[in-house]
């Protein structure tokens, strides 16, 4: 399907009629209340190095490739017009250079070593998917969530698919960085139940160093989604070697404390899941010496800030 024209607005990208994704994951339990059906979105303005879906970064589609599933069969080299995979000495290789991401290779590879991240999906076709498991949603409190990637990245396409999600009677989160136009979140505002708020630096520095852009916009944003009743859980990556200090733990309550619609706060520890995925795609991984902490390590992180505010902390 033809990518179509993608228009600049306010840092976002966006296409009238489809949206641009890379999964939907049905059942889960750690994206909002209740069980839901998460829709991940491609695109994000920010640059975090321990992004955990590193495949949302680019709106464009890409091609994944996991040396320790390939069969080396040659079944991708047969099926690239582009030239791209070839076996040399009985072993695959990819070249990337000339990809076109047309996904034809990660369809016929039997041991799922290749993968394709990007599909253009129309917020109906996605709302039907989700609609499987409304029993779900009714019995659990559950709904949909939009996540990424961030969806506000593709604003039209997001509210499009939220507009159509409230019409059907659905719980709705959206797991935000809060890096958007204030327009955007305030036309979202009605139709979002839940704002899963990023929360991955106080300290502006820190905040500009490891993911590329200021926090100033951010709290603004939330600030003014908090002054209009919007109701959040803060979502607070804690990474070793970055975040992991008094003063964000301070920084993070404190914040907090001065926001009268943030429902809890949701400590989630580094995981080192996204290394391995910037692998896969060609990148160099930019946190590969960085430690996993342990449980004793997150449950002072849940502690540390618990301590300083009344509302309630707990690891996602």
């Known amino acids: 399907m033809a990518m179509g024209i993608w228009r600049p607005f306010a840092g976002c990208l966006w296409k009238k009629s489809e949206m ?15 069980i839901r059906t998460t829709v991940f979105l491609k695109g994000c303005p920010l640059n975090c190095a321990w992004c955990h879906n590193p495949e949302s970064k680019r709106l464009q589609d890409e091609i994944a490739y996991d040396p320790a599933k ?54 109906e076709s996605i709302l039907k998917d989700v609609l499987r498991d409304e029993a779900f949603y009714r019995h659990s409190g559950g709904g949909l969530t939009l996540s990424g990637g961030e969806p506000f990245f593709q604003p039209e396409a997001a509210l499009q698919l939220l507009r159509k999600a409230k019409e059907a009677g659905l719980h709705t989160c959206v797991e935000t960085c809060g890096y ?72 993070v309550a404190r914040l907090a404390n001065g926001l009268s619609h943030v429902e809890m706060i949701e400590v989630e ?22 430690p996993f902490p342990g449980k004793e390590e997150a449950e002072q992180y849940v502690r540390e800030i618990a301590a300083q505010t009344n509302i309630f902390v707990r690891q996602a």
């Open 70 to 123: 390939c069969l080396g069969c040659g079944r991708c080299a047969e099926a690239c017009d582009c030239g791209c995979h070839a076996m040399q000495n009985g072993r695959h290789a990819f070249f990337r250079k000339g990809c076109l991401a047309c996904g034809r290779c990660a369809e016929v590879c039997p041991g799922e070593a290749l993968t394709r991240f990007g599909q253009e999906r129309d917020a």
């Open 269 to 290: 520890p580094y995981h080192p899941l996204g290394q391995h995925k910037l692998a896969t795609l060609g990148r160099e991984p930019s946190m590969a010496d960085t």
């Open 180 to 251: 958007a136009s204030w327009e955007i979140l305030r036309q979202a505002l009605p139709l979002v139940d839940i704002f899963l708020y990023d929360v991955k630096a106080t300290d502006d520095d820190v905040h500009r160093k490891y993911t590329g852009v200021s926090n100033a916009r951010i709290w603004e944003n939330l600030r003014r989604l908090d002054g209009e009743g919007g109701v959040t859980r803060l979502r607070c990556p804690i990474i070793p070697g970055v975040n992991d200090t008094p003063e964000h733990f301070a920084g």
């Open 20 to 34: 641009k994704i890379f999964n939907i994951q049905r059942y889960c339990v750690n994206d909002g209340p209740g």
